[in-house]
């Protein structure tokens, strides 16, 4: 099994060298890694939503999926696995952003970017489509930048979307995927 995951990475990695490598790519991916940093973006609009009296329960939900990712991906499972990132194990030094420093499986901007892309859709709010897109974005560059295997950013998604269905369930008592 782990040798099968193994060579989807390695294809992944190969098609997105091969084909999807582009100048304009090398710029922006980056600044869209980048609104993932730290969850900010994400943070700052469960801020803005926890502000607004009207949104304060979608704060609270999108709040609790983004604390439930951080423990569970960056906080345990990272540290159980302590999985080396690809550019690491590919000897790939001519990275385009900053070499992060943590393990690699899951990805955590990914993760946090599900949670708050679950969350959003799960209560159909305002915006769903819009997070989801950004969300899409950040998981696509976490390996187009090299610092993700696909496999990190699907269990980054997974986790996302669990986390999003159980902060929901949490203040809602249901749960619509």
Not at 138 to 155: E, G, N
Request: with cysteine; aromatic share 12%; proline share 2%.
């Amino acid at each position: 099994m782990i040798s099968r995951l193994q060579i989807m990475d390695i294809r992944v990695w190969t098609f997105i060298e091969g084909h999807l490598r582009y100048q304009i790519l090398d710029r922006i991916m980056p600044k869209v890694t980048k609104l993932g940093n730290g969850g900010i973006v994400w943070i700052a609009l469960s801020i803005f939503l926890l502000i607004n009296k009207s949104y304060r329960v979608y704060g609270y939900i999108v709040a609790t999926a983004l604390i439930l990712a951080l423990v569970l991906g960056e906080g345990i499972i990272k540290h159980l696995v302590r999985r080396a990132r690809p550019f690491i194990v590919m000897n790939d030094s001519n990275l385009l952003i900053k070499c992060p420093v943590t393990y690699s499986f899951p990805s955590g901007h990914t993760a946090s970017s599900f949670a708050v892309a679950g969350a959003f859709n799960m209560l159909d709010a305002r915006g769903g489509i819009y997070v989801l897109i950004i969300a899409l974005m950040i998981a696509f560059s976490r390996c187009y930048l090299k610092v993700h295997y696909f496999t990190d950013v699907l269990m980054g998604i997974l986790l996302g979307l669990l986390c999003s269905a159980v902060s929901v369930w949490i203040f809602t008592g249901t749960i619509s995927i």
